[in-house]
């Protein structure tokens, strides 16, 4: 049907972001857009062809297929679409179909790039990306990079303590680092030359080998500031190496962080650290809603969050460790504490229970046994009182069955990979986001390489693994683009675990597995298959992009809730969403499952 420029003047001041732009610049723009009428099955465009321009429906419906020709939404009045092809090449990357006889407003390909340049309002609602975060200078968002000494001083194992002293004086530091090579093996601080040296009376001959701290904590270039302050604030060190790829390249003190102000979840984990019980621990984990709202306040990205709150339910892990080998004593054999889950892939928000391990030293014997399963039960029952709630699938240290040496860990994951049931894709699933906690890491390491070989090498488990990674899809439906949930107590909200974050945690989860990537992180094993190949450069922005959008208005979600006095969960009300932010997530949603139909379809990537 024909439309006057008033009758598309009056629908455009009801559309975001053109209700916000003078009534005299949509006039003057609205002579120049054209309404299509169009039947039921039309073509409004087919995947690859070059666009018309940018569409905006002002009656009916249409459906959007991606480049698998899977559906990935449907949208009615005043959604648009086609906008990710304009700003690429002008050509589409998806294909439209009428699922009803439909009125359309097409705005000139022109018309668009001049809207965009002219307005940032128009140029905000299009652009996809992460708005930037504010630049605070502080230590939570500093990479230890930019924090480190860089060359730091060393000496040789065979050195004397004397020599060493001297060259410390001389260079007015408070530590060397002890090296074979580029290869570090210990720090000597000068902590250990008055309590090892001087204070037992040792020989100026002394090698450092002797009295050096040897293996000690490191940390790589890409941790961020906080992990400093919480290690040193938890092992009452000052002094940590910052190794990568193996080498020695810098070196943080206490000296080096004085110029940033200490964040309140540092304050946590000293608490933490030097609680006597669970019950003293419990006290200072209640106060994790406070800080998730201070830290979503203070423009954190959400991978930054998550990071600083799992810091806390991973000290303290160690600290009942430390708290059972005191009431229980030493450990039989080398043991090694593990997390899975969002504690595992450190990315826990203002809800979350408990999924642990445990693997022990094949030379644990089963008398021994006993000790482990009450170390277990100890530490399991402490994260229940400190808000991390036992696991509802009983996937923890305290059952025998996951608290086991490693050679039956080897066989548990030979099993799941060689016959992919679908209660070994669920446990494949989990364990693949293992990461060390507390122990002996060593007892990981081979096992954690040899299974991502054994696993990718298997295409009929790739292929299970890929299909139940399927399972939880975005939340796309024909209510303005969403599906809520239909019933129960959370009716009329979107699931922004399930159905938001959780399917691009299964994704990043294959990627990792067909790159052998070692990352565990959502993000990082998202900017990592992207670095080996396994997702194009575009498929990544636009995937990454995605995430940081629903993984950031979930946690602007929970601390909205802490905020009212309510406890955070992870069920929106689309309602509470301006257009404009529920433009943007249901787009979120669109890349995410276009990027799960290619992954169904045998592709790791979006060109």
Same mark, same amino acid.
């Given at each position: ?39 039921? $099955? ?23 297929? =991606?480049?698998? =020709? ?28 009428? $699922? ?66 001297? $060259? #410390? ?19 000597? &601080? ?55 790829? %193996? ?60 990071? !600083? ?31 899975? %889950? ?53 996937? #923890? ?13 080897? =066989?548990?994951?030979? %099993? ?53 990674? +399927?399972?939880? &899809?975005?939340?796309?439906? +024909? ?13 009329? &909200? ?54 940081? !959008? ?51 379809? %045998?592709?790791? #990537? !979006?060109?």
């Amino acid at each position: 049907m024909p439309l006057s420029p008033e009758q598309i003047t009056r629908f455009l001041k009801s559309v975001h972001p053109y209700d916000a732009l003078p009534l005299a610049e949509l006039e003057r723009i609205a002579p120049r857009i054209d309404a299509w009428e169009v039947e039921r $099955d039309f073509a409004v465009y087919d995947l690859g062809e070059k666009l018309p321009g940018l569409f905006i429906v002002y009656e009916g419906q249409v459906e959007i297929r =991606d480049e698998n =020709d899977a559906v990935v939404s449907h949208l009615g009045l005043r959604n648009s679409f086609g906008e990710r092809g304009l700003m690429r090449d002008g050509h589409a990357v998806t294909s439209a179909r009428a $699922d009803a006889h439909s009125v359309l407003l097409v705005l000139p390909p022109e018309l668009f790039s001049e809207l965009m340049a002219a307005h940032p309002v128009v140029a905000k609602f299009f652009n996809r990306a992460r708005a930037p975060r504010p630049q605070v200078q502080s230590l939570a968002t500093s990479r230890v990079e930019t924090l480190m000494a860089r060359d730091p001083a060393t000496c040789a194992p065979g050195t004397t303590v004397q020599a060493a002293a001297q $060259d #410390m004086r001389a260079r007015g530091i408070s530590s060397l680092c002890v090296c074979e090579g580029d290869a570090l093996v210990g720090i000597l &601080t000068q902590r250990d030359l008055s309590g090892k040296v001087v204070a037992e009376a040792r020989s100026p001959d002394t090698p450092v080998a002797q009295v050096m701290t040897p293996a000690p904590l490191t940390l790589a270039p890409s941790a961020i500031g906080s992990d400093v302050l919480h290690a040193m604030m938890e092992r009452h060190i000052g002094h940590i190496p910052i190794v990568e790829a %193996g080498r020695l390249v810098g070196m943080v003190t206490q000296t080096d962080l004085t110029r940033f102000q200490a964040v309140s979840s540092a304050e946590l984990v000293s608490r933490l650290a030097r609680a006597t019980s669970a019950g003293e621990m419990a006290e200072v984990t209640a106060e994790i809603p406070r800080l998730l709202v201070q830290l979503v306040a203070g423009g954190n990205r959400h991978e930054v969050v998550t990071r !600083l709150i799992t810091d806390i339910a991973d000290t303290a892990t160690r600290r009942l460790l430390a708290l059972a080998e005191e009431k229980l004593g030493p450990p039989p054999v080398p043991y090694l504490w593990l997390a899975c %889950g969002s504690q595992g892939r450190q990315e826990q928000t203002g809800v979350s229970d408990q999924d642990n391990c445990l693997l022990l030293d094949d030379a644990v014997t089963e008398p021994q046994m006993p000790y482990f399963q009450d170390l277990a039960r100890f530490v399991c029952d402490g994260l229940n009182t400190c808000g991390y709630v036992y696991c509802p699938g009983d996937m #923890m240290a305290t059952n025998p069955r996951w608290c086991q040496p490693v050679r039956v860990w080897r =066989d548990y994951f030979r %099993g799941w990979i060689a016959r992919p049931n679908p209660e070994a894709q669920m446990l494949a699933s989990v364990m693949f986001d293992l990461r060390p906690i507390g122990g002996h890491q060593a007892l990981f390491t081979d096992l954690q390489a040899e299974t991502l070989r054994a696993a990718r090498a298997n295409s009929i488990f790739v292929a299970h693994m890929i299909s139940n990674s +399927l399972k939880h &899809t975005p939340p796309l439906g +024909l209510l303005r683009g969403f599906a809520t949930i239909r019933s129960g107590e959370h009716r009329n &909200t979107l699931d922004l675990k399930h159905n938001g974050v959780v399917p691009v945690v299964d994704l990043g989860r294959i990627y990792a597995l067909q790159g052998e990537l070692t990352e565990v992180g959502t993000r990082a094993r998202l900017e990592a298959a992207e670095a080996a190949g396994v997702l194009s450069p575009s498929g990544a922005r636009d995937l990454k992009d995605a995430y940081d !959008l629903i993984a950031e208005t979930r946690l602007e979600h929970q601390a909205a809730l802490v905020r009212r006095a309510e406890a955070p969960d992870n069920y929106l009300a689309p309602t509470s969403l301006s257009d404009f932010e529920r433009s943007h997530l249901r787009d979120a949603f669109v890349v995410v499952k276009t990027m799960q139909s290619a992954v169904g379809h %045998g592709k790791g #990537m !979006l060109s």
